[in-house]
T-cell receptor
Framework: AQKVTQAQTEISVVEKEDVTLDCVYETRDTTYYLFWYKQPPSGELVFLIR??????QNEISGRYSWNFQKSTSSFNFTITASQVVDSAVYFCALSEAQRGAQKLVFGQGTRLTINP | DGGITQSPKYLFRKEGQNVTLSCEQNLNHDAMYWYRQDPGQGLRLIYY???????QKGDIAEGYSVSREKKESFPLTVTSAQKNPTAFYLC?????????????FGQGTRLTVV
């Protein structure tokens, strides 16, 4: 069965610090997709990044970067030089090719607070 | 602007009543989804639809019903059979392929049973 675990319930840092959000997943599918979404106080989820299971190259996009390690089933997300506007709940999500469609399985979320 | 509109933002329901949550999108997406979010928990899939006049149960469909008569609309009915309906409900849409495409979310409806 598929499962996503975000062990960090809440994180609080001071502005400009780097912060890493952890995500561990479980799946039996060989083809799967991992996502990070941000949920600001307004409620909607906003897409941040994605990674395919068959592409293990890690990337940086602006202040965001991610570390995908298949060997440990982890997909960690890092915000560099955090800003107050980064405060939100962050969700890691998994979808599997076998399940079809884009049916996401979410982690419990990590509430990130950036203090000025 | 293109996007997903959910209404109402807040909804109060008496026990034993059915209520319908509205979701409309103008992104021309084929696929639409309903998720439920409980405090301190992630989102869980209730129903999804990949095409008009067709929909499938998600992981927690019991006590809910949906319809997809138009591409733009995917209303969710919370029936009296749902034992614990108080939650935050999010509607989403996406193109159907490729499977790694991102979903777009509405701003949600907060349902409270009084």
């Amino acid at each position: 069965a598929q499962k996503v675990t975000q062990a960090q319930t809440e994180i609080s840092v001071v502005e400009k610090e780097d912060v890493t959000l952890d995500c561990v997943y479980e799946t039996r599918d060989t083809t799967y997709y991992l996502f990070w979404y941000k949920q600001p106080p307004s409620g909607e989820l906003v897409f941040l990044i994605r990674r395919n299971s068959f592409d293990e190259q890690n990337e940086i996009s602006g202040r965001y970067s991610w570390n995908f390690q298949k060997s440990t089933s982890s997909f960690n997300f890092t915000i560099t030089a955090s800003q107050v506007v980064d405060s939100a709940v962050y969700f890691c999500a998994l979808s599997e090719a076998q399940r079809g469609a884009q049916k996401l399985v979410f982690g419990q979320g990590t509430r990130l607070t950036i203090n000025p | 602007d293109g996007g997903i509109t959910q209404s109402p933002k807040y909804l109060f329901r008496k026990e034993g009543q059915n209520v319908t949550l509205s979701c409309e999108q103008n992104l021309n997406h084929d696929a639409m989804y309903w998720y439920r979010q409980d405090p301190g928990q992630g989102l869980r899939l209730i129903y999804y639809s990949q095409i008009v006049n067709d929909f499938q149960k998600g992981d927690i469909a019991e006590g809910y019903s949906v319809s997809r008569e138009k591409k733009e609309s995917f209303p969710l009915t919370v029936t009296s059979a749902q034992k614990n309906p108080t939650a935050f409900y999010l509607c989403a849409s996406s193109i159907e392929r490729p499977l790694n495409t991102e979903a777009f979310f509405g701003q949600g409806t907060r349902l409270t049973v009084v």
